[in-house]
């Protein structure tokens, strides 16, 4: 039974995207301090920018190299133009259409990232924003408080001199 509980708590973990960004003490039902949630947000959304980057820097290597493959050959082609037989030619164009083919499929796939990239990036802050462990950053915001306390201030004016309140708003 102990067992059964330990493998369903697992997988659960294994489904929560903040999982591996949350301290022990999270993962048990505690609170996060402010400064730990802050971490904790900051630290997740790093992570999803260093992979989202990545796949990026993955789909431009790979098209830079069919890029750079492509230009090689049509060199060796122009090269060796006058010496060509029409199979080579056949192979060439076939070859060439090929390349451009896969380079063109690859900066779909670039352009679709690139697009797509800012709004995971986006759909993460929002979900991290609503997430509960996380709810402290937005009633502990600082600037939240600057305000809440600028408007006691001013209250606290007003019943001192309400011309002073209402000369301040």
């Known amino acids: 039974d102990k067992l059964d509980q330990r493998l369903d708590a697992d997988s659960s973990l294994?489904?929560?995207?903040?999982?591996?960004?949350?301290?022990?003490?999270?993962?048990?039902?505690?609170?996060?301090?402010?400064?730990?949630?802050?971490?904790?947000?900051?630290?997740?959304?790093?992570?999803?920018?260093?992979?989202?980057?990545?796949?990026?820097?993955i789909i431009q290597s790979r098209l830079d190299d069919e890029n750079t493959a492509l230009?090689?050959?049509?060199?060796?082609?122009?090269?060796?133009?006058?010496?060509?037989?029409?199979?080579?030619?056949?192979?060439?164009?076939?070859?060439?259409?090929?390349?451009?083919?896969k380079i063109r499929i690859l900066e779909a796939r670039l352009k679709r990232h690139e697009d797509l990239a800012m709004a995971k990036y986006k759909e993460m802050d929002h979900k991290l924003r609503e997430d509960p462990r996380l709810a402290l950053l937005e009633i502990l915001d600082p600037a939240y408080l600057g305000i809440l306390w600028g408007v006691r201030e001013k209250v606290l004016n007003m019943s001192q001199s309400p011309e002073a309140f209402r000369g301040g708003m």
């Open 14 to 57: 294994d489904r929560d995207y903040l999982a591996q960004f949350l301290p022990d003490t999270a993962k048990q039902g505690k609170h996060l301090t402010r400064d730990a949630a802050l971490k904790v947000k900051d630290t997740c959304l790093k992570a999803l920018k260093e992979r989202l980057i990545e796949r990026a820097n």
């Open 71 to 101: 230009t090689k050959k049509q060199q060796h082609y122009a090269r060796n133009r006058d010496h060509n037989d029409p199979n080579e030619e056949k192979e060439f164009e076939k070859y060439s259409q090929d390349a451009l083919f």
